[in-house]
Nanobody
Framework: HVQLVESGGGLVQPWGSLRLSCAAS????????MGWYRQAPGKQRELIAT???????NYADSVKGRFTVSRDNAKNTVYLQMNSLNAEDTAVYYC??????????WGQGTQVTVSS
């Protein structure tokens, strides 16, 4: 079955940047619209960005203008470039199919902590 592996998280200072990656074990990315999700402590998982199979993107208001989602279908990888990070961005970040599609098995996520 398809496995999703997120990476690239870490500890970053406010206003810093990180680039997250999501690699799929199979060629699912090329046919699936994908999404980046995050779950902060004590909160529900939320969708923050989506990218279609052709590269069209959408963002939650909370990250619009700061985050950029992209994909490399040849590498079965989706990326999330995060700039101007703040404490409210602290969460575990996951990728998965975009809403409306059959969800893939969730990966372990990657922790992003924004702190000085």
């Amino acid at each position: 079955h398809v496995q999703l592996v997120e990476s690239g998280g870490g500890l970053v200072q406010p206003w810093g940047s990180l680039r997250l990656s999501c690699a799929a074990s199979g060629s699912i990315h090329s046919i699936y619209a994908m999404g980046w999700y995050r779950q902060a402590p004590g909160k529900q998982r939320e969708l923050i960005a989506t990218i279609s199979s052709r590269g069209s993107t959408n963002y939650a208001d909370s990250v619009k203008g700061r985050f950029t989602v992209s994909r490399d279908n040849a590498k079965n990888t989706v990326y999330l470039q995060m700039n101007s990070l703040n404490a409210e961005d602290t969460a575990v970040y996951y990728c998965n199919a975009a809403p409306g599609l059959v969800p893939l098995p969730w990966g372990q996520g990657t922790q992003v902590t924004v702190s000085s």
